[in-house]
């Protein structure tokens, strides 16, 4: 069972980046599925999640800028953010929900700079 996200590298302030997280030996319909980030000097820190049904929640820097949604079809989670701004640069991870220490990857990493 393998998460892998992918979609990270340098954007400028304001920029808007799509993050994908592809399940490979998993059904990730079947899991809720979540983002999280690792700011530099920071903890671990949960960004959005999404239920097998759809249902999403934010965590409050997210709200209204980053949206979460997934494609069974292609057993994938995506994260879409906008309006990045110079703190949003971190590694950012996928992992089922609640989350499993073996799945999360080496995610991938956001720098947000000019």
């Known amino acids: 069972v393998q998460l892998q996200a992918s979609g990270g590298g340098l954007v400028q302030p304001g920029g808007s980046p799509r993050l994908s997280c592809a399940a490979s030996g998993m059904n990730s319909a079947d899991e809720g599925m979540g983002w999280w980030r690792l700011r530099p000097g920071k903890q671990r820190e949960w960004v959005a999640d999404v239920?097998?049904?759809?249902?999403?929640a934010y965590s409050d820097f997210a709200k209204g800028r980053f949206f979460i949604a997934r494609d069974n079809a292609q057993n994938t989670v995506w994260l879409q953010m906008n309006a990045l701004k110079l703190e949003d640069t971190a590694v950012y991870y996928c992992?089922?929900?609640?989350?499993?220490?073996?799945?999360w990857g080496q995610g991938t990493q956001v720098t947000v700079s000019s």
């Open positions: 992992n089922r929900m609640p989350a499993l220490s073996h799945l």
């Open positions: 239920t097998k049904r759809g249902n999403t």
